[in-house]
């Protein structure tokens, strides 16, 4: 009987291990603050590097149908927490995405990089990976307005 039950302690505790470690590096677009609010901020602003020519950037200020879209791709995405402290990118788009609540610094800022990568600077320390495959696809959506 003692066996048994120091059995079921191991497994418990391994069952444990393995749910909060999936549950610190997945991470659901719900659970980044301020995402819900998106189309309720003053201003959304977008700048994109080409892959292609690093030289040339656009920015782009969003209104408040494509604010809608940027809101539904983040909250219907999810990332896995990466143990890099920096990823490279070669041949990748970039985007900066600042979101501005107020004029007190209240912003959120992403960083994406192409359909692999994303940060939330000021919320999650590290690069996460983009789990949407249509994530790069979507934003470029998002900025040319062709739903």
């Given at each position: 009987m003692k066996k048994t039950s120091k059995v079921i302690i191991v497994i418990l505790t391994i069952l444990m291990f393995i749910f909060f470690a999936y549950s610190y590096f997945?991470?659901?677009g719900s659970e980044i603050k301020d995402v819900s609010n998106i189309t309720e901020a003053k201003s959304v602003s977008m700048i994109k590097n080409y892959s292609t020519t690093p030289e040339i950037?656009?920015?782009f200020t969003l209104d408040s149908e494509?604010?809608?879209?940027?809101?539904?791709?983040i909250l219907d995405s999810n990332f896995t927490?990466?143990?890099?402290p920096s990823v490279s990118n070669?041949?990748?788009?970039?985007?900066?995405?600042?979101?501005?609540f107020d004029d007190y610094g209240n912003d959120l800022r992403i960083d994406s990089i192409g359909n692999e990568y994303i940060s939330f600077p000021y919320q999650?320390?590290?690069?996460?990976r983009i789990n949407n495959p249509d994530w790069h696809k979507t934003?470029?959506?998002?900025?040319k307005k062709s739903y």
């Open positions: 997945n991470v659901k950037t656009e920015e494509q604010m809608e879209r940027l809101k539904e791709l927490k990466l143990l890099l070669s041949d990748k788009d970039e985007y900066f995405i600042v979101i501005r999650i320390n590290g690069w996460l934003l470029e959506k998002i900025i």
